[in-house]
């Protein structure tokens, strides 16, 4: 299971973001831990409805569970989008950074 636990926000936002697009800005650090670590900031301006944040939570959690055992900290920031909430422009969005994920992780980290 990702973990959400004890991570620093502020450590990982602090590198270059390795993907982004119209829905969400995604930023990732290597950790010393055998698991991924996920955090996942929905700013309450953009969504107000907490049930619809914990709804876009839970989704970004579940399309990005098979980076669990990469030892990795992943921050995933919503923008928001001019349309309400698209599950499909969601799913879509996190598939995309998910494939950017692993493609650095491959390459640049030899995870």
Known sequence: MLRSA????????????ISRDK???VYCSQNK???CRLGVSIPKAIIKNATERNKLK?????SLFSLNEKAIDIVI???GTANKYDAKLISNS???????????????WKI
């Open 6 to 17: 004890h991570i620093d926000f502020k450590t990982v936002i602090s590198n270059k973001p």
């Open 23 to 25: 829905t969400f800005v």
């Open 33 to 35: 831990q055998e698991k």
């Open 58 to 62: 839970r989704i970004a959690r579940h």
């Open 77 to 79: 920031v919503y923008r």
């Open 94 to 108: 996190l598939e995309f950074h998910k494939k950017n994920i692993i493609k650095i992780t491959e390459e640049k």
